[in-house]
């Protein structure tokens, strides 16, 4: 239902004063002896952690150590990729993963092998026996497995924890064997049965990403949580920031209903150790002082703000048994947690860290978070000197094991893409399909049946035209956001996870009011107003499809992607190829392509979007294969781009006159579709320009006797040259139309690529008529900057055939072309 806020105007103009209250600085003092007294830990989980400690330490040793002499323990080997190490902040990394268990799930930091071996150990510590063994078996059928169990004669647990360094290791040396085959590396490792999702190479990436994670658990009722590893420095990041104004959302604690009230289940857990880059955060790139603060400006509660000594595992577990009952029994998310850490290591093994003195580095080292717990033990008598050099001792003999099989290029081979050099390609998609991710009911508000909005439709009329022949009122026609309808409508009546939300998706039903209807049929939780944060409305959208749910993010206008420019360019396309197809991503991004609004909500930015790998991109622009489209976009198990225009939204099917079906069916990807056949030229547009086009193919048969055949691409990726090649063999001619500029559009490798299939039956090279390379004008300007139907019948005659005299408003000559590429217009 609409929401139920009521805006009073006469509290909002009271006189008075925003108060904040206290955030703690540092405030654990326990000593070990304090604890093992309440029992809060056992011996042998005091030595857990400093064994965990250790291992990531040597870890990150080794690592090191290869990178910048090119061995380690005397075993030569060069690693080319990136390693950006975190030694010094073991303590952080061990104390954040500790209480957590494998439904709870964290994402890691820009540097985060810590936080990975952190949770992988704890996982081990916490799993018996069967289930790791099973869990090692099942694990790409078990290649992994099988590598390190050979010759190993020690418990399940001592082989699980090999199987986590090896699987980590290959992985970071592009091993097939690894945890995502090779193909994430050092920066993108990750490994789903111990609840540890992708880390990121791009800084603060993770930021809304996780979120969308709280927000996948939250929805679909999974227990446990979610933390964001971010580094300090990422606190000045756009998907940070936006990702922590979706966590904080009023609507989940005020118009969420029944057991959905309440806090998004997250912890941003900021691993701060003062440095991004070569910046230093506090008193030079940042003005938050103590990045706890952010905190109180976020939410009145401040996010359960607290800033904790990250060199102490004891203080970081304690902040995190705290955090979690306000989490889990009081709903009261998002928390955020300031851990003070610091990295001996610079940004990279190639950083000389110039920009941090040698004193400062040796006062950190004086603190040293695995000396100082160490000697803590020692003095607590849960450990002696010796107990402690075994524990090392133990580290390091398993880790050079483990580096042997990681770099022996028979055992650990590498993806070999000169064998198979389609190999990679075939991983980019998954090409699935898949009904529902989840066999629970859908939670719907009554049966699609009784819904105003689809009643309305079923009594519209499927086709432009009556069983008479006469032309249907707009009232009365079925239209394209009809079909758009339709096919939402059922998913959300068939799938249990789906969910969808941008800037206006609820109350209006969408700023074109495709959703109208689905306001009064859906609950809260599954259909909902996002805050005007594209960055967070695709970025939580990913989050929430690595989890294992189907999404549907709108972005109101095509212009906008710039906003959430990583997230549809560098996070979505590239995590299902990335993972080692571990992951799916059943992602459907909304996008409308205005017209009306002048430079800035006008454009059409399909082809930045078609440019990108691993993307499914469709446009289509009648009623049927909208419907169609969007039926085989919420499908499957790919990431799409669904475009939609403006333009055209109250549009009724034209061309196929049985009408829109009213049961379901699929249009597959990749095939276009011909809407109008000819001889003499073959049209072939994307987008609304079809409408154009078809006015062009009109004119061009009454005016100059010439038949045009119209194609419509419908999809830009993947696309079927068969059924245009075919038409250009007919007509030896081609116009590209859309509404694109013209300077890189994709139409232009359409031409290309139909140039080198067709070259033997063209009479003329294939012509492209997009807009102009200027900004795009106001409405009342509009004719004379996008394709026209006078235009592309221009570019026909100017390029491809003289036609009678015909007296050209557009400028076509090669003269003209290069003079405008002169000017960069």
Not at 274 to 288: F, I, K, L, S, V
Request: hydrophobic share 40%.
């Amino acid at each position: 239902m609409p929401k139920s806020l009521f805006v009073d105007p006469a509290p909002l103009f009271e006189a008075g004063e925003i108060t904040f209250k206290p955030i703690p600085v540092n405030q654990y003092n326990k000593t070990i002896q304090d604890e093992l007294k309440s029992k809060n830990f056992s011996t042998e989980d005091l030595l857990h952690i400093y064994h965990d400690m250790a291992m990531i330490r040597e870890f990150e040793t080794m690592l090191n150590l290869v990178k910048t002499t090119g061995a380690y323990s005397g075993i030569s080997y060069n690693n080319p990729g990136p390693a950006h190490l975190s030694a010094g902040q073991e303590a952080a990394a061990v104390g954040m993963a500790y209480t957590l268990t494998i439904e709870d799930f964290i994402f890691g930091s820009h540097r985060s092998h810590g936080e990975i071996l952190a949770k992988g150990l704890r996982s081990i510590q916490q799993l018996d026996d069967a289930t790791l063994t099973k869990i090692m078996e099942d694990f790409f059928g078990g290649t992994a497995y099988g590598i390190v169990k050979k010759n190993f004669n020690g418990s399940a647990k001592d082989l699980a924890k090999r199987f986590l360094l090896y699987g980590i290791m290959a992985e970071i040396f592009a091993r097939e064997t690894g945890f995502n085959k090779g193909l994430g590396g050092s920066m993108h490792a990750f490994f789903l049965p111990f609840g540890i999702y992708p880390n990121n190479a791009i800084v603060g990436g993770s930021g809304d990403i996780a979120v969308g994670a709280a927000l996948y658990k939250k929805v679909n009722r999974k227990p446990g949580i979610v933390v964001a590893n971010i580094g300090d420095a990422s606190m000045a990041c756009g998907p940070v920031w936006e990702g922590l104004m979706f966590a904080a959302m009023d609507q989940f604690k005020q118009l969420w209903g029944d057991d959905m009230k309440g806090g998004l289940p997250v912890v941003i857990n900021i691993m701060n150790n003062q440095y991004g880059m070569g910046g230093q955060t506090r008193g030079e790139t940042m003005g938050y002082d103590f990045a706890a603060r952010i905190g109180a400006g976020v939410n009145p509660e401040q996010m359960h703000a607290e800033r904790v000594d990250g060199y102490n595992p004891l203080a970081v577990i304690d902040a995190y048994r705290r955090k979690r009952e306000i989490l889990d029994k009081e709903k009261g998310g998002p928390v955020l947690l300031d851990v003070v850490t610091y990295r001996y290591s610079g940004h990279s093994p190639s950083d000389a860290s110039s920009y941090r003195s040698k004193e400062e580095m040796e006062l950190w080292e004086q603190f040293d978070c695995i000396a100082t717990f160490g000697k803590k033990l020692i003095d607590a008598k849960v450990a002696t000197q010796g107990d402690l050099d075994k524990i090392q001792t133990g580290i390091k003999e398993s880790m050079v094991d483990v580096f042997k099989l990681a770099i022996d290029e028979e055992i650990s081979p590498r993806m070999d893409l000169r064998k198979n050099p389609e190999l990679l390609g075939e991983m980019m998609f998954s090409n699935q399909t898949v009904d529902a991710f989840s066999d629970a009911t859908p939670e719907v508000n009554h049966p699609l049946s009784e819904n105003p909005r689809a009643k309305q439709i079923a009594g519209k009329v499927r086709y432009i035209k009556d069983k008479e022949g006469n032309p249907v009122s707009k009232m009365k026609q079925y239209q394209l956001r009809d079909g758009l309808f339709e096919a939402i409508a059922h998913r959300f009546y068939t799938d249990p996870t789906l969910v969808a939300y941008g800037e206006e998706n609820r109350d209006w039903g969408g700023a074109f009011a495709v959703y109208r209807g689905l306001t009064e049929a859906l609950p809260y939780h599954r259909l909902f107003n996002s805050p005007i944060s594209e960055a967070s409305i695709v970025g939580t959208a990913i989050g929430y499809a690595m989890c294992g749910g189907r999404v549907i993010p709108e972005i109101m206008y095509c212009d906008f992607l710039g906003r959430c420019g990583d997230e549809v360019f560098n996070q979505l396309p590239k995590w299902q190829a990335m993972s080692g197809n571990i992951l799916k991503m059943p992602v459907v991004v909304r996008v409308s392509v205005g017209s009306k609004y002048g430079a800035q909500h006008s454009q059409d930015w399909t082809s930045l979007v078609a440019h990108i790998p691993g993307l499914k991109v469709c446009f289509p622009v009648t009623p049927y294969d909208a419907k169609g489209l969007m039926n085989t976009a919420l499908h499957g198990t790919d990431p799409v781009i669904f475009f939609e225009s403006q333009r055209i939204y109250e549009i009724g099917e034209q061309f196929h006159s049985e009408g829109v079906p009213e049961e379901y069916y699929e249009i597959p990807f990749g095939e276009p579709d011909i809407k109008r056949e000819g001889k003499d030229i073959t049209i072939l547009t994307i987008g609304a320009t079809l409408y154009r086009a078809l006015d062009a193919a009109k004119i061009l048969e009454e005016k100059y006797g010439m038949s045009a055949e119209v194609i419509d691409a419908r999809s830009l990726s993947p696309f079927n040259y068969e059924k245009v090649i075919e038409s250009v063999k007919k007509t030896g001619k081609i116009v590209l139309s859309s509404d694109a500029t013209q300077r890189g559009s994709f139409l232009n490798d359409i031409a290309q690529n139909i140039s080198e299939l067709a070259f033997d039956y063209l009479d003329a090279p294939p012509v492209v008529v997009g807009s102009r390379n200027w900004i795009t004008p106001a409405y009342e300007l509009e004719y004379a900057f996008f394709p026209q139907p006078e235009t592309i019948i221009d570019a026909i005659h100017e390029k491809i055939v003289p036609l009678p005299r015909h007296v050209p408003f557009a400028n076509f000559t090669e003269v003209e072309q290069i003079r405008r590429a002169k000017l960069g217009i």
